[in-house]
């Protein structure tokens, strides 16, 4: 269920990487754990997020997460789309429903991060959330 | 002989469906009639000029008396109050409301008084605020208190802004607030908002502070520490004197979050626990209405050390017994708030403790206490206790069981609304999952609570057989589960007169 | 007890079905040490009449009788028995916040027509469901735009509530907020030039209040285009809401926030009372506050439930807009009774009364010789009055005449001396406002015969 192409965080993020772009969403897991999503806070093009920081939310009918940056490095795009159908997010979460794009990347950054099946595991293990 | 009949349908009276006000209004309607005006009248276009007159305040209803009272009657009945019934809203302490209370408030002269009206015409105001915080110092032990705060929040921001002055007074390292994991929301807000920063503690296996924990994380750069007591699974702190020596010794202070008081008047009084400084909640210990979500009332006692920066200003009484507003307060943190706090509720409070008098009030807490002690008992084996600790006025289920069904503690809840019951409190404390926090007061009696247990056992047996019964619940209701992702996405905060509310109404 | 509905014969059946001895074993996890020895020093048990005898004998030594000509924040109006009956319904005022919004829809359903009167009132697009009271509404309205503009600098009009202002400064204390105060000129009305002297890029918002503290309206659209082209935001603050039914509403403004109190909700020595907190669709999501919004329920119908929740400290705790946990729910729920019967006519009607009253007693003190108006600027239902002799004296001369003659304002502007603020309602009569000018009268005549107290010849006192 979980696209092989994607590299996943510990805390439920996603990240595609084509080239020196890297397209940033968050996983069906963390939509599921949320519930219906109401809202999405993302950073404007041109911000600089950073690795293992929040660059924005997601809230929920009664939470809010924050969502953290696998990269470093200045937000090329930003998906305007979502923004005003947050929904999205609870139907299309691996696909049209992507957050950001940060462009351009070390791509060596995301060494570290998790393979699908490595993250399907972390799921089947009692990820923390 | 038949008669004609434009009522072709039955359908349900208007009662189970009352438009919005503005919706029930025709032109040419007022609700009051002003006597005649004694004095010439004003024109107000000359008078204000163009720049400050307003034609027409739109929007605004046009009703008759009779339209209001029925209008807002009919929105009461699709209510749920403590007079209705058990009202198990654990951390909310909803305990009867004495109408005696209602009756002194509205007194000509209490109510009515102004307050920068000259101290020798409000002398009776002023009493009533000074015997409210005599008494209030007797039951908590401490020995200064400001009813200034208007409410529980508020207290403990001033409580917070209280510590900080003290202890920028003698030095100005300290940035962090400890708070145990099980606190409630409104702690760590009150926190960020008197300029520190929040350090979450983690609670021991049985849910209370951990003392290796703690005195690890009371470094020289903490003010302090924020803890309810008993906590918010309604377990006492029996080592509250070892916490607070622990706060003490790095030099900061203890913070204790009253909510929970309900448990301890006339038991055991805070001031000797070691704490410094607490708020009282006297919507909660002191009866004071909930008024469907306020005006609550947060009085903030201290000890002698903190005095000095209480809020302006202070009721004091002369030797000769007449009483003042001292506002010459060198060190004070100023004001919370505008005027003398919620005076309104002082009296209402004041009035319950003259009520019951001392072994009332002991008597109030020993039956909140059993009554708590009562209902979990006996729900032991249906639902999941997480702590097994004694409790005192309050006890804390897990959902765990009944979640294998994929029911949750919101879907139970919703559920003893068709038993005619209040929902316990949802979801708090964080450290319990699918908490289902149940605090029947001193106000259920066991016949109400006897009903209650089978309400709450025959839910479990439900969840087992029937679980979509209990995941649609309530079935009784008015209207049954509202969208309410729909309306944080799209929000409708205002009725227009035409647009996305009237679309609402053509569903209705 | 009489609030007590177990016997002792219940408790005794409950402790043998818990399978404990005692009530006393219950409280045994409180160490010794800890507990209560004795009983604790309070009255009681008093039984109804003499509770009511207590609060009677307090009631007794009050300002009752007299005429109150004070305002500054907190007005004597006539309410409607009507709202008490309402309230007193068990329904409303034992309820607790409409968590569970199948079970209290006729809480939801009246604050989502309070939001809906308050914002149309205002001329904004949405208002929150009620905060504390007028002062903390201010403060969290100034905290509100320090969020919104990121910037830490408020500039407080020092027209604004001297105790609205101490209160943002409470809070500012702490949070490195640098206040600063923009005077006042000779109209009453905040100095524009001074203003915008004081306005930086580092300024989140400018306060000001309408009618102002002197009772005097300002010009909300100058200061809304001075306020704005520094790139702040314009706070509101309107402490006499009544004024709106028949003043333009300060639509410039980016928060409205300010005082229900003079809505049906008793003076009641200062509280417990409703602040209202407006403004634009855009800033919602910074609101404090409890919102309601409209719903569907699984069958389509309207309903109401809190809504825009994850502002608040329960979800986002040390995030959260605001620590407030609650709203002043009843007493907001008095003010929709109390507006929902003037209606649309009845509230200009009042509104209009007020201002033919006040503008009565202005007159009247101003044709007092060595008495004066000294603002020109429009005002509504208070205004400043400059007292022909000293202030206490006539103060204290008014009082015998069982007539509150209003705020000395020199405890708040030491340089107005022998200044009142007088507030005058549809509760003071003719008959009381004509006494209270006699009072005036008399005191300048007194004048004639004897230097003013602090060394001013009654010639320079004297109106111009």
Not at chain 2, 25 to 49: I, Q, R, Y
Not at chain 3, 175 to 202: C, F, H, N
């Amino acid at each position: 269920m979980y696209p092989q192409e994607f590299l996943y965080t510990k805390e439920h993020e996603w990240v595609r990487v084509d080239g020196t772009t890297a397209t940033i969403g968050i996983t069906d897991h963390a939509q599921k754990e949320l519930g219906d999503i109401v809202f999405i806070e993302l950073p404007k093009v041109g911000t600089h997020v950073t690795a293992k920081e929040s660059f924005g939310t997601v809230e929920s009918v009664k939470a809010v997460s924050d969502v953290y940056s696998p990269v470093n490095g200045p937000v090329s795009a930003v998906n305007t789309k979502l923004v005003n159908h947050p929904e999205m997010l609870n139907t299309d979460p691996h696909g049209d429903a992507w957050l950001i794009q940060v462009e351009p990347i070390d791509r060596r950054e995301t060494e570290d991060l998790m393979t699908a099946e490595e993250y399907e595991a972390y799921l089947e293990a009692g990820a923390s959330h | 002989m038949t008669r004609k009949n434009s009522i072709t349908q039955a359908r349900t009276h208007v009662t189970r469906n009352e438009d919005l006000i503005f919706e029930r209004s025709s032109p040419g309607k007022s609700g009051v009639d002003l006597p005649a005006l004694d004095v010439p009248a004003a024109d107000p276009k000359e008078w204000l000029g163009e720049e400050f007159y307003r034609e027409d305040v739109d929007g605004f209803p046009e009703v008759s008396e009779t339209e209001v009272i029925r209008h807002f009657t009919r929105l009461s009945t699709w209510n749920y109050g403590i007079d209705t019934g058990l009202y198990p809203l654990g951390s909310c302490t909803m305990k009867y409301n004495p109408r005696i209370n209602e009756v002194v408030a509205r007194l000509d002269g209490l109510a009515t008084d102004h307050p920068y009206a000259p101290e020798s015409l409000v002398q009776g105001c002023l009493r009533v605020l000074a015997e409210t915080a005599r008494c209030l110092k007797e039951i908590t032990g401490m020995d200064a208190i400001s009813l200034q705060p208007a409410a529980g929040a508020q207290g403990e921001l001033t409580g917070l802004l209280l510590i900080r002055a003290c202890l920028d007074d003698r030095d100005r390292r300290r940035k962090y607030i400890l708070i145990p994991d099980s606190a409630h929301g409104t702690n760590p807000a009150s926190v960020t908002m008197a300029g520190y920063e929040v350090r979450n503690l983690k609670s021991n296996a049985q849910g209370c502070v951990d003392l290796v924990e703690l005195d690890h994380a009371m470094t020289e750069d903490v003010a302090g520490l924020m803890l309810t007591n008993p906590n918010t699974l309604g377990i006492f702190e029996t080592q509250i004197r070892e916490i607070c020596e622990i706060v003490h010794a790095k030099g900061g202070l203890v913070y204790m979050d009253g909510a929970n008081m309900n448990a301890l008047v006339g038991v055991a009084r805070p001031g000797e626990f070691g704490v410094d400084v607490m708020h009282l909640n006297l919507h909660k210990t002191f009866s004071t209405p909930h008024g469907g979500g306020g005006p609550g009332s947060g009085p903030v006692a201290v000890k002698q050390l903190l005095e000095p920066y209480l809020p302006t200003p202070m009721v004091e009484e002369s030797p000769e017994g007449a009483y003042r507003l001292n506002y010459d307060r060198p060190k004070s943190i100023g004001r919370v708030r505008a005027f003398c706090g919620n005076f309104g509720m002082a009296v209402r409070a004041l009035a319950y403790i003259l009520a019951y008098g001392p072994e009332g009030l002991r008597q109030a807490t020993e039956d909140a206490v059993l009554n708590a002690n009562y209902i979990i008992h006996q729900l032991q084996d249906a639902y999941e206790l997480p702590y097994q600790a004694p409790i005192m006025h309050e006890g804390v289920f897990s959902d765990r069981k009944q979640a294998a069904r994929g029911v949750r503690t919101g879907d139970i809840a919703k559920r003893l609304i068709d038993y005619g019951f209040h929902p316990y409190t949802t979801a708090f404390p964080l450290i319990v999952p699918g908490a289902m926090m149940i605090e029947p007061t001193e106000s259920a009696g066991r016949a109400e609570m006897d009903a209650f247990i089978d309400a709450m056992r025959a839910i479990a047996v439900e969840v087992e057989e029937e679980p979509d019964l209990v995941r649609k619940a309530p079935h009784t209701t008015r209207v049954t589960r509202l969208d309410e992702a729909t309306a944080a996405r799209k929000p409708i905060l205002c009725w227009k007169p035409s647009g996305e509310a009237a679309e609402g109404k053509a569903k209705s | 007890m009489r609030y007590l509905p177990n016997s002792a014969s219940d408790r005794e059946r409950m402790l043998e079905t818990i399978g404990r001895k005692s009530v006393a074993g219950l409280f045994e996890q409180i160490p010794e040490v800890l507990r209560l020895n004795g009983r604790l020093n309070l009255p009681g048990p008093l039984s109804e009449p003499e509770i009511l005898q207590f609060f009677r004998d307090a009631a007794a030594e009050s300002s009752r009788d007299y005429v109150s000509l004070l305002g500054a924040g907190a007005y004597s109006h006539y309410r409607p028995v009507t709202i008490d009956m309402l309230l007193s319904r068990g329904e409303f005022f034992t309820a607790y916040t409409p968590y569970q919004a199948e079970i209290a829809q006729g809480t939801l359903q009246a604050m989502f027509e309070f939001q809906t009167l308050m914002a149309e009132l205002t001329g904004m697009e949405v208002a929150n469901s009620s905060l504390y009271d007028g002062s903390t509404a201010t403060n969290e309205a100034a905290l509100m735009a320090m969020r919104l503009t990121r910037r830490e600098r408020v500039v407080l009009a020092r027209t604004l509530h001297p105790e609205y202002r101490e209160v943002v400064r409470t809070y500012g204390h702490n949070l490195q907020t640098e206040i600063v105060e923009a005077p006042y000129e000779t109209s009453g009305q905040i100095d524009l030039a001074e203003l915008e002297r004081l306005l930086d890029e580092k300024t989140a918002a400018v306060v000001v209040q309408s009618p102002n503290f002197f009772g005097v309206l300002e010009k909300i659209p100058a200061i809304a285009e001075l306020v704005h082209r520094s790139g702040a935001l314009l706070i509101v603050a309107v402490t006499e809401p009544l004024s709106l039914g028949l003043v333009k509403p300060p639509s410039e403004a980016d928060i409205v926030a300010g005082e229900a109190q003079s809505f049906g909700i008793p003076v009641a020595f200062g509280g417990p009372y409703a602040g209202f907190l407006a403004t634009r669709e855009k800033f919602v999501r910074q609101m404090p506050g409890r919102l309601v919004g409209q719903a569907a329920d699984t069958e389509g119908r309207r309903g109401f439930v809190l809504t825009l929740v994850t502002r608040e400290q329960y979800i986002r705790r040390e995030k959260a807009t605001s620590n407030i946990c609650t709203s002043q729910s009843l007493c907001a729920l008095a003010a929709t009774i109390y507006l929902c019967l003037l209606g649309k006519h009845g509230l200009r009607a009042l509104a209009e009364q007020n201002l033919s009253k006040a503008r009565y007693a202005a007159e009247k003190i101003g044709a007092v010789a060595g008495a004066s108006i000294p603002f020109a600027a429009p005002h509504f239902n208070e205004f400043v009055a400059k007292s022909p002799g000293d202030a206490e004296e006539l103060l204290a001369a008014l009082r015998e005449q069982k007539i509150i003659g209003g705020l000395n304002l020199e405890r708040f502007y030491p340089e107005l001396e022998n200044h009142l603020l007088i507030c005058v309602t549809e509760m003071a009569s003719k008959e009381a406002l004509d006494r209270m000018a006699e009072v005036y009268g008399t005191q300048a005549a007194g004048m004639q015969t004897r230097p003013a107290r602090k060394g001013a010849p009654a010639a320079v006192a004297s109106r111009d």
